[in-house]
């Protein structure tokens, strides 16, 4: 069973759409933690969030907003007021932190295409 | 503070030959692990390495092997490559264990292509 689950593969908007990538993920820890990552076509991932499962606080930084909701497992990401340069894949991710040797376990991704 | 850097960028090699990827980890970062990024299997572990000791690992063969130095660059190596090798490799450096949830800083990868 996938750990990290992004239904949506890919999504296109026009610019100045609001746009929400969903995150579903699967662990049987208490403690564990969740990320988002963007990589831009040039590659290289980008840290946006780190979030712990003992704070459920939605978190807004800027254009971007983060719903964690525990009851459904989901880590959702809302990009408002969407941009061109926005557009890049966006992976969730789960850490187990319980154990003395974890792993990272990515989503496969959604690629956000903001159209002008 | 400087990035993960991550050389080289580029590599075309064929198969059978090996290949040693470079990652230089931000300074102060004793964590580096490496990830390999394809468009079927999308972003897979291969292992991490901690203060020059191999402390997690991936599923994937023996060819793909690591090292950590001192001052915490570390490299990769694949031998006996293989098509299927082809993929963004992936470097990312955390202050601590990644494994204990510390965030992760990746560098901008090496593509390696197989023929």
């Known amino acids: 069973a996938q750990k990290v689950t992004q239904a949506q593969t890919e999504i296109s908007v026009v610019e100045k759409e609001d746009v929400t990538l969903d995150c579903v993920y699967e662990t049987r820890d208490t403690t564990y933690y969740l990320f988002w990552y963007k990589q831009p076509p040039s590659g290289e991932l980008v840290f946006l969030i780190r979030r712990n499962s003992f704070d459920e606080q939605n978190e807004i930084s800027g254009r971007y907003s983060w719903n964690f909701q525990k009851s459904t497992s989901s880590f959702n990401f809302t990009i408002t007021a969407s941009q061109v340069v926005d557009s890049a894949v966006y992976f969730c991710a789960l850490s187990e932190a319980q154990n003395n040797f974890n792993k990272f376990y990515f989503g496969s991704g959604t690629k956000l295409n903001v159209k002008p | 503070k400087a990035g993960v850097t991550q050389t080289p960028r580029y590599l075309i090699k064929t198969r059978g030959q090996q290949v040693t990827l470079s990652c230089s980890p931000i300074?102060?970062?004793?964590?580096v692990s490496w990830y390999q990024q394809t468009p079927g299997q999308g972003l897979q572990f291969l292992f991490e390495?901690?203060?020059?000791?191999?402390?997690n690992k991936g599923n994937f063969p023996g060819r793909f092997s690591g090292r950590q130095f001192s001052n915490s660059r570390s490299e990769m190596n694949v031998s006996t490559l293989e098509l299927g090798d082809s993929a963004l490799y992936l470097c990312?450096?955390?202050?601590?264990?990644?494994?204990?949830?510390?965030?992760?800083?990746f560098g901008p990868g090496t593509r390696l292509l197989v023929l």
């Open positions: 300074s102060g970062h004793r964590s």
């Open positions: 390495y901690f203060s020059e000791t191999q402390r």
């Open positions: 990312a450096s955390s202050q601590g264990l990644a494994g204990k949830s510390e965030t992760q800083y």
